[in-house]
Nanobody, 123 residues
Framework: EVQLQACGGGLVQPGGLLRLSCAAS????????MSWIRQVPGQGAEWVSGINSVGSTSSYADSVKGRFTISRDNAKNTVYLEMNNLKPEDTAVYYC????????????????WGQGTQVTVSS
């Protein structure tokens, strides 16, 4: 059974930083690309960032480019999202997701989502 356990969310002031982690199990982690998605209740989900299976390629939404960094540790079956210079508009539930192959996938093709972790940016 695929399991994606995200953690690291919380309340942070504008300009602050958070590091999200996602522990994966139930599949060969090193063979699949991973992505982070975020969603505000009542709004559509937004793809935030993705990383390929070996960690050599990453991609970001324009809204977070230059502020967020995705990485992975295949020895620990864990993917990370480091978020710097956080803004109130980054407030959302962040989901760790698995792609169907080694290449970064668009949101329509993600096949497993974790339970999400809440990030709130507010003074």
């Amino acid at each position: 059974e695929v399991q994606l356990q995200a953690c690291g969310g919380g309340l942070v002031q504008p300009g602050g930083l958070l590091r999200l982690s996602c522990a994966a199990s139930g599949f060969t982690f090193s063979a699949f690309a991973m992505s982070w998605i975020r969603q505000v209740p009542g709004q559509g989900a937004e793809w935030v960032s993705g990383i390929n299976s070996v960690g050599s390629t990453s991609s970001y939404a324009d809204s977070v480019k230059g502020r967020f960094t995705i990485s992975r540790d295949n020895a620990k079956n864990t993917v990370y999202l480091e978020m710097n210079n956080l803004k109130p508009e980054d407030t959302a539930v962040y989901y760790c997701t698995k792609g169907p192959s080694s290449a970064i996938a668009t949101m329509d093709y993600l096949d497993y989502w974790g339970q999400g972790t809440q990030v709130t940016v507010s003074s």
